[in-house]
């Protein structure tokens, strides 16, 4: 069994490709929505509109989770340190 450090990075590094995975796919579903929709907004300010509204929804949930990864990688000895020690209790180790 590897020993704690290399668990938590192991953790660590799955997270945060999940995280910057799951980015990728909010950035191409909302791109895919606005062209998608393009036609069925009735004005020009509409369109702008939505426009907006996808790219704050975008910038926010990105500077988000960029913020979470941030703070996983500064305390991830302790996060990760807790979710192995319960892991291995729950297996009985």
Do not use: C
């Amino acid at each position: 069994m590897p020993d704690k450090t290399q668990r938590i990075e192991a953790m660590h590094r799955r997270d945060v490709m999940i995280a910057w995975a799951f980015i990728a796919g909010l950035w191409f579903s909302i791109i895919f929505v606005a062209l998608a929709t393009w036609n069925l907004a009735p004005t020009p300010g509409a369109r702008a509109l939505l426009l907006i509204a996808g790219g704050v929804v975008l910038l926010f949930n990105t500077a988000a989770i960029a913020a979470m990864l941030r703070h996983y990688r500064e305390d991830r000895d302790f996060i990760y340190g807790l979710d192995i020690k319960f892991l291995d209790e729950a297996r009985g180790k």
